[in-house]
């Protein structure tokens, strides 16, 4: 089936074969639990003026001139929806979301294919063949690289594939679907990241605080910042206090003061009072990278009775691979990894399967030195005590290697905790 740049600038004549103007652009919508746009109407242009055309009065497309079967007097007038796309004027040339290669592409043509009386847009173009076709030159690098024994250079997605991103002022965005939820939140930065700011924020608007917070938590602080900033106070603080307390105090110390302030007013007691403690310690600092969210349990507890207590209170910790043993004031008195209690007897003393020597770090540890030491002992996360070896918190891998190693590269350590 052809593609919409062959098609458009095609003269359309009526049943009579007089001309009634020239194609230029395409009306189509979705249908049910269908994927693919049909198309609806046509828009023909003649002297500057447009009027649209439902597709039922189209004969024939592929046809060097494509007939109505109609009379020009009688030539019925499409009224579009809200739910219509102009192909030309809304999908050509923009940027959209390729939910299955998880990026941002431009769309350089549409194909078109025809199934059971109806046509459908089949595939987006993104490529370089999309860009010579609209130029006329398709033909010419068709005999190029048959010539040189070359493949044409195509690259195609299919529609199910494609959420519109954005379209101009005088257009209604295109509300992104589950399909950009269930992106990974990696991807799902990497998409935020490829975006200007504008667009950034529109897409941000279109997702749940939930998936707000998962994709911000993928990038650095001040991007963060600056994809926040238009949003409202109110909003801001439900993502915050879906984010992990360490990643929300990274954010408000990019915020102007008196915001930050205004935020944590906002917040729940519990999250803000969490985010203010991270805030009350130099950046650089095991207090101030460290997350409040652990899994602890008090060393009179049996493995059997460990496991149902994290079930009841660790919901919310980053990270269940090291359970920390405190007694009743919050002392560290040892620690266990997720595996030693799957494997120890339901009836075992938690005391006779926890490590007695923990490797910790003080509140006012330097980065560096906690970096140092999690890279030393091969650890996923290194406890946070006080003088009083009190446990405050814990600090991750990736959190701790920020300043060692570069942000690009830290992306890339496994997640083990996610």
Request: overall charge negative; glycine content about 4%; some cysteine.
């Amino acid at each position: 089936m052809p593609y919409v740049s062959e098609l458009t600038g095609r003269p359309v004549v009526d049943s009579d074969g007089i001309t009634v103007g020239v194609l230029v652009d395409f009306i189509a919508r979705i249908w049910g639990e269908v994927p693919h746009p049909s198309l609806e109407a046509i828009v023909i242009e003649r002297k500057k003026v447009r009027q649209m055309v439902p597709f039922s009065s189209v004969v024939l497309l592929m046809t060097a001139a494509i007939p109505l079967n109609c009379r020009q007097a009688d030539m019925p007038e499409y009224t579009p929806s809200q739910e219509d796309i102009f192909l030309i004027r809304d999908v050509l040339d923009k940027q959209i979301i390729d939910v299955d290669g998880a990026r941002v592409v431009r769309v350089n043509d549409l194909e078109l294919i025809k199934v059971n009386g109806n046509v459908f847009v089949s595939n987006v173009d993104i490529g370089g063949m999309g860009i010579l076709r609209r130029a006329g030159l398709s033909k010419l690098a068709n005999r190029v690289t048959s010539g040189l024994h070359m493949k044409s250079p195509q690259n195609s997605i299919s529609w199910d594939f494609v959420e519109l991103l954005q379209r101009d002022q005088f257009m209604r965005l295109k509300v992104p679907g589950s399909k950009i939820t269930e992106l990974h939140p990696a991807d799902l930065a990497e998409i935020i990241s490829d975006l200007n700011r504008l667009e950034s924020s529109q897409l941000l608007d279109t997702m749940d605080v939930k998936h707000i917070a998962d994709a911000l938590e993928e990038v650095e602080p001040d991007f963060q910042a600056s994809l926040v900033k238009n949003m409202t106070d109110e909003k801001v603080a439900d993502v915050l206090e879906e984010m992990s307390p360490d990643e929300a105090a990274d954010l408000l110390a990019e915020l102007p003061k008196e915001r930050s302030e205004d935020l944590l007013e906002l917040m729940e007691d519990d999250e803000a009072e969490d985010v203010r403690k991270l805030l009350s310690f130099p950046d650089d600092s095991a207090g101030g990278i460290m997350t409040t969210e652990y899994a602890a349990v008090l060393p009179n507890l049996t493995a059997e009775q460990a496991m149902a207590s994290l079930r009841e209170t660790s919901s919310e910790a980053e990270t269940i691979f090291y359970v920390y043993v405190v007694d009743e004031t919050g002392h560290l008195e040892g620690v266990f990894s997720l595996s030693d209690l799957v494997f120890a007897q339901p009836q075992t003393p938690v005391t006779q399967f926890m490590h007695k020597r923990v490797i910790k770090v003080n509140l006012l540890d330097k980065q560096d030195e906690i970096g140092q030491t999690i890279a030393k002992y091969d650890l996923l996360a290194v406890p946070v005590v006080d003088d009083q070896n009190i446990l405050h918190g814990m600090v991750t891998a990736d959190d701790a290697l920020d300043k060692i190693i570069p942000t690009a590269w830290k992306k890339r350590l496994p997640r083990f905790y996610y």
